[in-house]
């Protein structure tokens, strides 16, 4: 099974947290044996909605964890990670950045080192944890396929994290249908072994080009009220008695 | 099932349309309300951010159309009942996603206070020119609902009437209202939770490893289930089978689009409400909806003054339209006035419905305003005259159409 779908898994377990409350809204389809492995409830939704589509169950069911697991994240769906960033929304935001669009056929993304397309791209690309703590995400990390140990911690803490938390996975594929052995191995080790471990670095400085070795660890571990926190306590001083607190304590 | 009276306001109040509709989704069971402010449609989504929170329903005001829907689709998988509400604009963005919602079978209510297109138009004007977009708006083939409430107390029934077809369904529903019904202020009566019928959500109640999301009771209708309930739930944009796995068969892929067009066409009967008067012995019959059929009571009252024999059919439920219903008028009465605020959207499915057999006269506007009930009585009266069958919609030239056409098409002061 691949790495990150391990991790995922790995990271659950840990997390204390029952699988069948786990939501995973995504714009990439997962295999339908990987939900069953999981026991989560899956949801492939449309191409950068799969944030949205997480507020809309998270808010609709507060008990819920939320985990989009994103591709088309720094584009289409843009601006909802800037928005749920500033709202510290209860999503964990798992971002695997193949650094292309790699089923339409190659193509660049706002995630791809300059450098990287037949004629060399030209545009700078995104720094995504750097992006997600400068909007208010609580906690960031990015970690390559291979850090599976690692990764799947962070995906544990990360989802007894209250707000807004986001993973960045390095990874040569989005391939969820195939086996490890099909994936570029070589490539996989590539990136494993051209990393640097170094938590608590401001993410500013993990800016990922060719040149350097790619920054990866935990980056960002702070506390925020949530939405829900915020909406609670707002509606409680205005409305007094006349208004129930959403979702109670876990939500 | 009743309304839960914790969710009712009962009471007499003097509102506009938007702000009833707020209080009809509320009244409804709703409790996720995902928007995004948007003229003419905000007093809507104010009214329910300001009395949901009394009534444990919870609002988000999203970045954008784009996320304000893909929430109200989230939301409801969760569990709840869940609504949006935009205008203009803001629907165009919201289509892909009203496409994903039929996809998914997922319920809910998108209102739309249609103001003045395209583009930016008139936002604080009225229009009635996204019909055709709330029925084809979404690339592929689906069937959903729309409602075209015409009064601030409709606006509040239908809401209701809305979020029951919806459950009932399992598939997104429009209110495709207006601006003018909208800002429309009026006397609204909001009766006590026992004189409400709301329809519950379908949920499936057995065995949880039997549990198929998509295999469809005898109405073709799947039960539902909700997130975090323990049925590993794989729900796909992708053509899915029962069970919700992708499946690209050529074979399946024609029966599964066609059970999400029968699921709304076979249960036509049961959707759609008209409300139809004098059509007995008429010779014109009026076809609208929505506001326009505010406008066409006095320009219909003028006729029968002149001693027209006119009817009127009005749709409360636009889509489904009532082919079967046009086409045995279309037997009896010599033509339809069809009179809408844009430049032949229902008009053209009144001609289809009709099969050459009554004359179809469409009384156009450009929007920002409303018919002059003058042009509906005088196209009333042609209609009545004109013995000839002549083939397609009649485009019936009102004063303001004449004078645009005197003077060549030229704007100025």
């Known amino acids: 099974m691949n790495p990150i779908i391990t991790a995922f898994s790995k990271g659950i377990e840990k997390s204390g947290i029952k699988p069948s409350k786990v939501s995973v809204p995504s714009d990439i389809p997962f295999g339908s044996e990987v939900v069953n492995h999981l026991g989560v409830d899956f949801f492939h939704t449309i191409r950068g909605r799969a944030i949205p589509f997480g507020t809309g169950l998270k808010l609709g069911n507060p008990a819920l964890k939320v985990v989009p697991f994103v591709g088309d994240l720094m584009t289409l769906g843009g601006n909802h990670f800037v928005h749920a960033g500033r709202r510290n929304m209860e999503l964990l935001v798992i971002c695997v950045n193949n650094f292309?669009?790699?089923?339409?056929?190659?193509?660049?993304?706002?995630?791809?080192?300059?450098?990287?397309?037949?004629?060399?791209?030209?545009?700078?690309?995104?720094?995504?944890?750097?992006?997600?703590?400068?909007?208010?995400?609580?906690?960031?990390?990015?970690?390559?396929a291979l850090h599976t140990d690692e990764l799947a911690n962070s995906i544990a803490e990360a989802l007894n994290k209250q707000g807004l938390s986001v993973i960045e996975v390095i990874s040569p594929g989005p391939n969820y249908y195939t086996k490890i052995e099909d994936i570029e191995s070589n490539l996989i080790n590539f990136y494993y072994e051209n990393s640097v471990i170094k938590n608590g670095e401001d993410p500013k400085n993990a800016r990922i080009t060719p040149e350097e070795k790619i920054v990866v660890g935990k980056f960002t571990d702070k506390e925020r009220p949530t939405f829900i926190d915020s909406y609670n306590a707002q509606l409680s001083k205005v409305l007094g008695d006349k208004f129930t607190p959403y979702g109670g304590k876990n939500g | 099932m009743k309304a839960n009276p914790k969710d009712v306001n009962t009471g007499v109040y003097y509102i506009d349309g938007d702000v009833s509709s707020g209080y009809g989704?509320?009244?409804?069971?709703?409790?996720?309300?995902?928007?995004?402010?948007?003229?003419?449609?905000?007093?809507?989504?104010?009214?329910?951010?300001?009395?949901?929170?009394?009534?444990?329903?919870?609002?988000?005001?999203?970045?954008?159309?784009?996320?304000?829907?893909?929430?109200?689709?989230?939301?409801?998988?969760?569990?709840?009942?869940?609504?949006?509400?935009?205008?203009?604009?803001?629907?165009?963005?919201?289509?892909?996603?009203?496409?994903?919602?039929?996809?998914?079978?997922?319920?809910?209510?998108?209102?739309?206070?249609?103001?003045?297109?395209?583009?930016?138009?008139?936002?604080?004007?009225?229009?009635?020119?996204?019909?055709?977009?709330?029925?084809?708006?979404?690339?592929?083939?689906?069937?959903?609902?729309?409602?075209?409430?015409?009064?601030?107390?409709?606006?509040?029934?239908?809401?209701?009437?809305?979020?029951?077809?919806?459950?009932?369904?399992?598939?997104?529903?429009?209110?495709?209202s207006d601006e003018c019904v909208g800002h429309m202020t009026e006397k609204v009566v909001i009766p006590l939770a026992d004189e409400i019928e709301v329809e519950p959500r379908r949920f499936y109640d057995g065995p949880i490893n039997e549990y198929l999301p998509f295999k469809p009771d005898e109405d073709l209708v799947p039960p539902m289930v909700k997130a975090g309930d323990g049925y590993k739930l794989y729900i796909t944009g992708l053509i899915h089978d029962e069970r919700?796995?992708?499946?690209?068969?050529?074979?399946?892929?024609?029966?599964?689009?066609?059970?999400?067009?029968?699921?709304?066409?076979?249960?036509?009967?049961?959707i759609i409400e008209l409300k139809e008067e004098e059509t007995d012995d008429a010779e014109v019959v009026i076809v609208s909806y929505g506001i326009s059929s505010r406008v066409a009571v006095r320009g219909i009252e003028k006729a029968r003054e002149k001693g027209i024999k006119v009817g009127s059919l009005r749709l409360v439920t636009v889509w489904p339209f009532p082919d079967e219903k046009i086409a045995e008028l279309a037997k009896t009465i010599k033509a339809f006035v069809v009179p809408e605020i844009n430049y032949g959207q229902i008009a053209f499915e009144v001609e289809r419905c009709s099969h050459g057999e009554a004359n179809v006269i469409l009384v156009p506007h450009g929007g920002a305003g409303v018919h002059n009930p003058d042009d509906i009585c005088d196209a009333i009266e042609y209609a009545a005259k004109e013995k000839k069958r002549i083939e397609g919609v009649i485009e019936y030239k009102t004063k303001l159409e004449k004078l645009v056409f005197e003077e060549g098409y030229k704007l100025h002061e």
């Not at chain 1, 790699?102 to 791209?121: A, D």
């Not at chain 2, 969760?78 to 205008?87: D, H, L, Q, R, Y």
Request: proline share 7%.
């Open chain 2, 25 to 176: 989704a509320l009244a409804a069971g709703c409790k996720f309300v995902g928007g995004y402010p948007i003229t003419p449609s905000t007093e809507a989504f104010e009214a329910v951010c300001r009395r949901g929170p009394l009534v444990g329903a919870m609002f988000i005001q999203m970045e954008d159309e784009l996320g304000s829907i893909a929430s109200v689709v989230g939301a409801s998988w969760a569990g709840v009942k869940s609504m949006t509400i935009t205008s203009g604009p803001g629907f165009s963005l919201m289509m892909e996603t009203i496409g994903f919602g039929a996809m998914l079978e997922t319920p809910f209510v998108l209102l739309n206070i249609q103001r003045g297109g395209p583009s930016t138009g008139v936002p604080t004007k009225t229009g009635q020119a996204d019909m055709m977009q709330s029925r084809w708006g979404s690339h592929g083939d689906y069937e959903l609902i729309a409602i075209s409430p015409d009064s601030p107390q409709e606006m509040f029934d239908y809401t209701i009437k809305a979020f029951n077809l919806a459950e009932r369904y399992r598939c997104p529903v429009m209110i495709m």
């Open chain 1, 100 to 144: 292309v669009y790699r089923k339409i056929g190659g193509q660049p993304t706002p995630s791809t080192p300059v450098t990287f397309s037949p004629y060399s791209t030209f545009e700078e690309p995104f720094n995504i944890p750097h992006l997600g703590n400068s909007c208010g995400a609580v906690y960031t990390a990015r970690w390559t």
């Open chain 2, 244 to 270: 919700g796995y992708s499946i690209k068969n050529e074979e399946y892929k024609s029966i599964y689009t066609k059970r999400l067009v029968d699921k709304i066409r076979l249960n036509k009967d049961k």
